[in-house]
Nanobody, 125 residues
Framework: QVQLVESGGGSVQPGESLRLSCAAS????????MGWFRQAPGKEREFVAA???????DYGDTVKGRFTVSRDNAKNTINLQMNSLEPEDTAVYFC???????????????????WGQGTQVTVSS
């Protein structure tokens, strides 16, 4: 069984940066698409970024140009570098993995089979 554990969340001021990490265990996920989603209170879970097995990436429109997703297959982890953070980025951030191999970087929540517990990111002055 795949387990995903996020880390790196916290509280920052607008304009600052944070780096989230997601460590996978249970099986190697180098052939699988992995993604980041976020959910603010009272809102739907929203796509943030995804990266597939050949490092093709996709970003949500609200984070494009500010966030960067990357993967380290040797460590079975993915990272999300978040720059120029805004109060609107405040949310719980979830890591997810697609159980199928060799797929595209998808925005669809239903394409992901495994989810982490989430890590809180708060951006406030």
């Amino acid at each position: 069984q795949v387990q995903l554990v996020e880390s790196g969340g916290g509280s920052v001021q607008p304009g600052e940066s944070l780096r989230l990490s997601c460590a996978a265990s249970g099986r190697a996920l180098s052939d699988n698409t992995m993604g980041w989603f976020r959910q603010a209170p009272g809102k739907e879970r929203e796509f943030v970024a995804a990266i597939n097995y050949i490092n093709k990436v996709d970003y949500g429109d609200t984070v494009k140009g500010r966030f960067t997703v990357s993967r380290d297959n040797a460590k079975n982890t993915i990272n999300l570098q978040m720059n120029s953070l805004e109060p609107e980025d405040t949310a719980v951030y979830f890591c997810a993995a697609d159980g199928a191999r060799f797929g595209p970087p998808t925005r669809l929540k239903n394409a992901y089979d495994y989810w982490g517990q989430g890590t809180q990111v708060t951006v406030s002055s």
